[in-house]
């Protein structure tokens, strides 16, 4: 069975991020080895893209049921309901015109 480290490894790799012809290796002492420290960054990022898509693979393949009994209890965890009310609240917002920081404090009237 593959571990979550294994994940990383293949995740890295399948990106084309291990350079001509190099391999990603795991190390017991040392963790991951790829290369540079930009490399090691880009395998942390692509560990974290790999875990979430299976998580939302999984979330898709279950029934409409199911997946609402997931989201009753995601929500009912406060820490993690207050996580996807600010992403959804940052995603609503993301094309909204950008403001300066001078002009937020006079709509605000801060200044």
Known sequence: MLEAADLEVLAFEKRGFGG?????????????NCGSKAAMFSVIMKAAD???EIFVTAF???KRRQ???VLERMLADDELAEDLA???ALEARRREPRHSFH????ELNMR
């Not at 001509?20 to 991951?32: I, V």
């Open 20 to 32: 001509a012809g190099k391999k990603c290796q795991r190390r017991p002492s040392s963790g991951l």
């Open 50 to 52: 790999a875990t979430a």
């Open 60 to 62: 898709k393949s279950l």
């Open 67 to 69: 997946r609402g009994a």
């Open 86 to 88: 600010d992403t959804v």
């Open 103 to 106: 002009q937020s404090l006079n």
